[in-house]
Every structure is written in C-alpha cells, then in structure tokens.
C-alpha cells in the first residue's frame, strides 16, 4: 500500500518561488506516473505536472510550463515540484498523485481520473 504525504507550501509574493515534496512510502515497484494537482476554491482538480516513472519524462500543464519543474529521485521515495515565478493565480491546494500500472490507462496524462492515490494536500497561497 503506497501513501504519499506532502509538504512545503507557505504564502509568497508574486514572483516568488516555493519547493513541495511528495513522501512516498510503501511498495512502489508498480507505479507507473507520478503527478502535481492543484485545486482552487470553487474549481475543478487541474493537473499541473507529471512524470512517468519508469522514464522520468516530464508533462506539464500549458499554465505552468517554463516556471514549474517536476522531479522525483533514483529511489521513488521522493517527488518534487519546484515552482518558480508564482502568480496569484497559483494560489490553491497542491496534492501529490500516483498512478498504478493497471489503472487508469485510457485517460490523459493530467487528468485526475488516471490516478488512483492521493495525498491530503498542501497549501500554496501566493499574494499579489
């Protein structure tokens, strides 16, 4: 059973920058994608950014593509986005995602339907 625990979200200033972390723990031989949601009051759940595992391809959201960077490291126990040049319009909960290899195989990379396990979230609020 994997489980995923974010952290290091805060408040910034527009143009700032913040680093979140996604702990993974659990058996993670059969994770396919790894992935960044973000979820606004009153919004849908948006993709933001994600990666394959096995190959570490990165895929990002048009929105964020150029100031975000999704990584993860060698042993899969840790997923990264570093965020730079925020906006106010970044504010929202960030959640960390990850996606079996026999689930979800017919939806889009940043679609939330792909994945199958979710962390609690962390908040990113960014003022102007």
């Known amino acids: 059973q994997v489980q995923l625990v974010e952290s290091g979200g805060g408040s910034v200033q527009t143009g700032g920058s913040l680093r979140l972390s996604c702990a993974v723990s659990?058996?993670?031989?059969?994770?396919?994608?790894m992935a960044w949601f973000r979820q606004a009051p009153g919004k849908e759940r948006e993709g933001v950014a994600a990666?394959?595992?096995?190959?570490?391809?990165?895929y990002y959201a048009g929105s964020v593509n150029g100031r975000f960077t999704i990584s993860q490291d060698a042993a899969k126990s840790t997923l990264w986005l570093q965020m730079n040049s925020l906006k106010p319009e970044d504010t929202a909960m960030y959640y960390c995602?990850?996606?079996?290899?026999?689930?979800?195989?017919?939806?889009?990379?940043?679609?939330?339907?792909?994945?199958?396990?979710w962390g609690q979230g962390t908040q990113v609020t960014v003022s102007s």
């Open positions: 995602a990850a996606s079996t290899l026999t689930y979800g195989g017919a939806w889009p990379i940043l679609h939330p339907r792909k994945y199958n396990i």
């Open positions: 659990g058996s993670t031989y059969n994770l396919d994608f």
């Open positions: 990666l394959r595992t096995a190959t570490t391809t990165p």
